[in-house]
């Protein structure tokens, strides 16, 4: 089946077995291997990317079922000369321990923030109504879908918080 998508602002088609997952388009199709397959069950979130600015666990859906759409991966953020605010705040903060996860969390970050920036409240939001405040909670709960094996949670939910304030500055 052919689909038309956008990765990372370059337009393409693709040839595609309905069955194959986006993240197995991702990686075996296109070469885009910082999207990890970790769990393949959803449970991780090694494989979160944007899909039409919305955060998705790739190996979880489809690639049939996003015809048409934006897919934004690790590799669309940053590069090593220009890395994103979070990719540069990780570092700094020492975000990551093994770094298997990081490319999930950094992505799964970047939709949270979208999210916060559009007052989508969370189970934590004590208002539904009022704009969600960043509170290390909030992080906390928004980021509870991306497992780290190493437990380095401290150290993301600081570099979160660093790229945030980077952004206002």
């Known amino acids: 089946m052919k689909l038309r998508w956008t990765i990372n602002g370059a337009p393409g088609e693709l040839d595609l077995d309905p069955r194959v997952t986006v993240l ?3 990686r075996d199709h296109l070469g885009l291997n910082g999207t990890k397959k970790g769990c393949d069950h959803g449970q991780c979130g090694a494989c979160t990317v944007l899909i039409d600015g919305r955060r998705v666990n790739a190996c979880l859906t489809l690639a049939v079922m996003h015809d048409g759409a934006e897919i934004t991966t690790i590799e669309g953020l940053g590069t090593p000369e220009a ?4 990719q540069r705040e990780f570092v700094r903060c020492d975000g990551f321990q093994c770094g298997y996860c990081t490319p999930g969390q950094i992505m799964s970050a970047t939709g949270m923030l979208a ?3 559009d007052g989508s409240p969370s189970h ?6 009022a704009e969600p405040e960043m509170t290390d909670a909030e992080i906390a709960e928004r980021m509870s879908g991306n497992l780290c094996r190493c437990s ?3 150290f993301i939910r600081e570099a979160i918080e660093a790229a945030v304030g980077e952004e206002r500055e």
């Open 152 to 154: 380095a949670y401290p």
């Open 115 to 117: 999210e916060l920036r």
């Open 124 to 129: 934590v939001t004590d208002s539904l109504t």
């Open 24 to 26: 197995d388009a991702l």
């Open 83 to 86: 890395p994103a605010p979070l």
